[in-house]
């Protein structure tokens, strides 16, 4: 059970949309909570246990987990049990090999970091002047690549304890809604396979062709939040952080 939180805040004392969300949650349920600057995870100065929540970015949170004797978990973007929702070609790389191969055949390829750190933003590549997006990454980073589809929407699905919270449009036409059964049977495949969390955001999006397709899956424990209610967030970002903290040494 969470008795407290600690909340990052960007030094300045901003909280970014998804903070500002779980602390205006936990003031309406009498949770005491203290905002924080990443330097303290850093320095390992939050007294962290497993009554604790914390809420922040990517590298927070992996700073929070390793004080905590926690595994960070590793990346399941495009989760095995739901390839067949894909309706496209995705494989794993190395930034160097696919650099290699888009010079070669000039094919445009979609590439994102598969890492657990997000050493550049995923973009797609159909010119060689888009390679500067990556620029000073190692060669040998791994990334995803996938091949080019036409996406009319795309939304995001929030779960938690395998139940819907919420639908957020997100991008493109948002008269082209996703086909909500494939996305609940996408939840009955992921807990099937033992490839769910307690609490995660999956995305999915309508393409050119009218089939509802996989953009990617989120951990929950530290993912973006759109039009989502503050309760409903904060229950995923809960759910997906005590799961973890099951795992405590």
């Known amino acids: 059970m969470i008795t407290q939180a600690y909340i990052e805040e960007s030094g300045n004392g901003k909280l970014r949309h998804e903070s500002a969300l779980v602390a205006e949650e936990m003031k309406a349920r009498g949770i005491p909570y203290k ?24 590298d927070c949170m992996y700073g929070a987990l390793k004080q905590l004797g926690i595994d960070i978990p590793p990346n399941n973007d495009y989760p095995k049990s739901l390839s067949h929702l894909l309706h496209r070609k995705v ?50 980073e791994p990334v995803y690549c996938s091949e080019i589809v036409s996406w009319v929407s795309e939304f995001r699905v929030y779960v938690s304890n395998s139940q819907i919270l919420g639908v957020d449009f997100y991008r493109g036409d948002d008269s082209k809604s996703i086909d909500i059964t494939v996305v609940e049977q996408a939840i009955k495949d992921l807990d ?51 799961e973890l903290l099951s795992y405590k040494i």
Do not use: H
């Open 91 to 140: 494989w794993t790389t190395t930034l160097g090999a696919v650099k290699e191969s888009f010079l070669n055949s000039g094919v445009p390829v979609f590439i994102k970091p598969a890492g657990r750190k997000k050493v550049f933003t995923g973009f797609v590549c159909e010119d060689s002047n888009d390679l500067y997006r990556c620029l000073g990454v190692s060669r040998k």
């Open 35 to 58: 905002t924080f600057t990443v330097k303290k995870i850093y320095r390992r100065q939050l007294p962290l246990d497993s009554m604790t929540l914390v809420v922040g970015d990517m």
């Open 192 to 242: 099937q396979a033992s490839e769910s969390y307690a609490g995660y955001a999956i995305d999915f999006g309508v393409l050119s062709s009218g089939e509802t397709a996989l953009v990617e899956m989120n951990d929950g424990f530290s993912v973006g939040a759109y039009s989502i209610d503050k309760s409903k967030y904060t229950d995923m970002t809960i759910s997906r952080w005590e």
